[in-house]
Every structure is written in C-alpha cells, then in structure tokens.
C-alpha cells in the first residue's frame, strides 16, 4: 500500500526557511514521481514541485523557483522541500503526491496523496 506522511509543517517569519519531508512507504522510488502541492483558503490547489524518480529530473513553479528546491533522499525513502526566503503568500496547507512514471511525462499524474501539513508564514 502507497503510503505519504507530510511534516515539517509550522510557523515561520517572512523571509525565514522550512523544510518539509515526505516520508514514503509501499512503492519504488525509480518508478514513481513525487509532486509538492498547496492550497490556501479560498484558493485552488497549485502544484509547486516535482521530481522524477527515476532521473531525478525536478521542476518548480515560477511561483517559487529560486526559492524551494526539491530533493530526494533514496536512502530514506524521503522527498524533502527546502523553502527558503519565504512570504506570507506562501502560507497554505502543503500535500506531496505520488504516481507512476508516464512515458511522456516528467511529472504527475498523480494517484496518491498525504494528508498535508500546514505551513503558516507571519510575523
């Protein structure tokens, strides 16, 4: 069974870092891309963040490119989010989603999803 579990959700000042890990469980690594999502009240869901299993390949929203990066730990089954000089605008709850690798496409769909871990940016 795919498994995802978000953390390292929480409160942080403007201008200030985060990281957030998605720990998970149930599937191949190599097989799978691995996607960041937010959704702030009121807002549709926006996909920030991807990674391809396989090559490693990444891609971020122009909405946080220079600021997030995402990685993957192998070892550890984790994807990580580094966010860093961070605004209020990206408060939201954050999801990671999984999906199996399509021949034509780096990222997504995705089939499988956390429960999301809030992440709150304020002074």
């Known amino acids: 069974e795919v498994q995802l579990v978000e953390s390292g959700g929480g409160l942080v000042q403007p201008g200030g870092s985060l990281r957030l890990s998605c720990a998970a469980s149930?599937?191949?690594?190599?097989?799978?891309?691995i996607g960041w999502f937010r959704q702030a009240p009121g807002k549709e869901r926006e996909g920030i963040s991807c990674?391809?299993?396989?090559?490693?390949?990444?891609f971020h929203a122009d909405s946080v490119k220079g600021r997030f990066t995402i990685s993957r730990d192998v070892v550890n089954n984790t994807v990580l989010l580094q966010m860093t000089n961070m605004k209020a605008e990206d408060t939201a709850v954050y999801y990671c989603?999984?999906?199996?690798?399509?021949?034509?496409?780096?990222?997504?769909?995705?089939?499988?999803w956390g429960q999301g871990t809030q992440v709150t940016v304020s002074s």
């Open positions: 989603a999984a999906g199996r690798i399509k021949p034509t496409m780096m990222c997504g769909p995705y089939d499988h």
């Open positions: 990674i391809n299993g396989k090559d490693g390949r990444t």
């Open positions: 149930g599937f191949t690594f190599d097989d799978y891309t």
